[in-house]
């Protein structure tokens, strides 16, 4: 079956570093996949998506994630993080017309001044 | 450009009064529907979808229910709210099952 895993539930990053949020898939064939972001008691927001047109995918407000089918994963990195940033990322997997939108269960991300 | 709507953005009830969450879009037609809940600490929980007009999957048994009497209208109801049933709620649509998602900006329920 397939399946979405975050890797961690928080992370926290100093402003101005680093960020990876980790996400791995169980699939036998390669899903769609995507990254939104979630503000507190907003909707979700669309980061980026990946459908096979090329391994290295560019999202909005600088973040992006690179799909490595060797090792079924599919991580958001930012060069630079930012306070802004701080909210709750879901990684999620789909395929075909009639497959289910698997959510991974998120990474509340906390940017530390 | 498309826009999703959801209403009320918060909603306070007692135990067994009824609900009524409405969503619509605009500037598509024929979406995929989606009704989500959210509980606190957790991810999202996939209710209901709908691929068209009177077409309605349910993913969880439970005290809700989904319509779409219209192809760009989805709403959630329940005859009597339980407590449980307190959450965050959200509607989206897609243009197809491998489409990315829009989301509303989401009800915040409380149950009394």
């Known amino acids: 079956a397939q399946s979405v895993t975050q890797l961690d539930s928080h992370v926290s990053v100093s402003e101005g570093t680093p960020v990876l949020l980790r996400c791995n898939y169980s699939?036998?064939?390669?899903?769609?996949l995507f990254w939104y972001v979630q503000h507190p008691n907003k909707g979700l927001q669309l980061l980026l998506k990946?459908?096979?047109?090329?391994?290295l995918v560019k999202g909005i407000n600088g973040f992006e994630a690179e799909f490595k089918k060797s090792e079924t994963s599919f991580h958001l990195t930012k060069p630079s993080a930012h306070m802004s940033d701080a909210a709750e990322y879901f990684c999620?997997?789909?395929?075909?017309?009639?497959?289910?939108?698997?959510f991974g269960k998120g990474t509340r991300l906390h940017i530390l001044p | 450009s498309q826009t999703i709507h959801q209403w009320p953005a918060t909603l306070v009830q007692p135990v067994g009064s009824p609900l009524s969450l409405e969503c619509t879009v605009e500037?598509?037609?024929?979406?995929?529907l989606y009704w989500y809940r959210q509980a606190a600490g957790r991810g999202l929980q996939l209710l209901f979808y709908?691929?068209?007009?009177?077409?309605i999957s349910s993913e969880v048994p439970q005290n809700l229910s989904a319509s779409r009497p219209q192809d760009r209208q989805f709403i959630l109801s329940s005859k009597k709210l339980l407590l449980s049933d307190s959450g965050f709620y959200l509607c989206?649509?897609?243009?197809?099952?491998?489409?990315?998602?829009?989301f509303g900006n989401g009800t915040r329920l409380t149950v009394t």
């Open positions: 989206a649509w897609s243009a197809s099952r491998d489409s990315p998602l829009h």
């Open positions: 699939s036998s064939y390669s899903p769609s």
């Open positions: 990946y459908t096979s047109a090329a391994t």
């Open positions: 999620v997997a789909t395929k075909g017309r009639d497959d289910k939108i698997i």
């Open positions: 500037g598509t037609s024929n979406p995929n």
């Open positions: 709908s691929v068209g007009i009177g077409q």
